[in-house]
């Protein structure tokens, strides 16, 4: 098992405003309690649960705050949360796809649709074609060696593992997400993210007078508060990428 993931997500990258974690912990926060309603609210039993907490202590999320948003499923008060992905082009008709947890889809979609025509982009077209849909997991590179992670991976019944200075991604079926993370746990331990995710079948190399009005489409996605994930089809050479700054 080889390969190199290119898909991009920008929902997980660390802010370094305030203004931008608080975002981060409200999406992780709506996350747990969509999964504590539509499971058993104990993450034993509850592997989206599992994998949405996960995710919120990889990102230093407070205790309190979790053990809030669990509790909050039960409450009569919550608000009635529906998935709903979103799709369309973006600069250099880079295919985005957006996924959202919105309690009013037609409010999302006008927002998300703003974003998309303010930077360049147009909302509305099916770009899923582009993009493989599967599972990933993600272990910190404290987690092991490539050779140990490649073997719980096999024996968990993986497709593929990316390991790297960021950390092990280990790639599945999607209809076989929770049995391989089942797996690794008892292996490897608890995984920092466990979720269906979005690799492209092939990347759009994005030239220089286009990156910097795709990545503020990108960002104005992720500052979406009803966003949860932006995938998108795109990569940047390190010459591009030193002109943003990055």
Not at 71 to 87: F, P, Q
């Amino acid at each position: 098992m080889a390969g190199h993931s290119q898909f991009k997500n920008i929902m997980y990258k660390k802010g370094a405003k305030d203004a931008k974690r608080a975002r981060l912990f409200t999406k992780l926060a709506r996350e747990i309690t969509v999964a504590a309603k539509l499971g058993l609210p104990d993450p034993v039993y509850n592997p989206r649960l599992r994998a949405a907490i996960a995710a919120a202590k990889a990102e230093s999320m407070p205790k309190d705050n979790i053990e809030r948003a669990v509790k909050k499923a039960s409450g009569g008060d919550t608000e009635n949360y529906e998935e709903v992905r979103y799709e369309g082009y973006g600069p250099g008709k880079v295919a985005i796809i957006v996924e959202a947890l919105t309690d009013n889809r037609n409010r999302t979609a006008s927002d998300l649709r703003t974003a998309f025509n303010k930077n360049g982009g147009t909302m509305g077209e099916t770009v899923a074609f582009n993009f493989q849909r599967l599972g990933m997991i993600h272990y910190p590179v404290s987690a092991g060696s490539e050779d140990k992670v490649m073997e719980a991976a096999i024996n968990a019944g993986a497709d593929d593992v990316v390991s790297g200075d960021g950390g092990h991604d280990i790639i599945c079926a999607p209809d076989s997400l929770h049995a391989v993370q089942k797996a690794l746990e008892e292996a490897l331990g608890e995984p920092e993210t466990a979720r269906l995710d979005w690799r492209p079948n092939m990347t759009i190399d994005v030239a220089a007078d286009t990156a910097e009005e795709l990545m503020n489409l990108l960002n104005a996605l992720d500052d979406n508060d009803d966003v949860q994930r932006v995938a998108a089809n795109y990569e940047m050479s390190d010459e591009v990428m030193a002109k943003l700054g990055g």
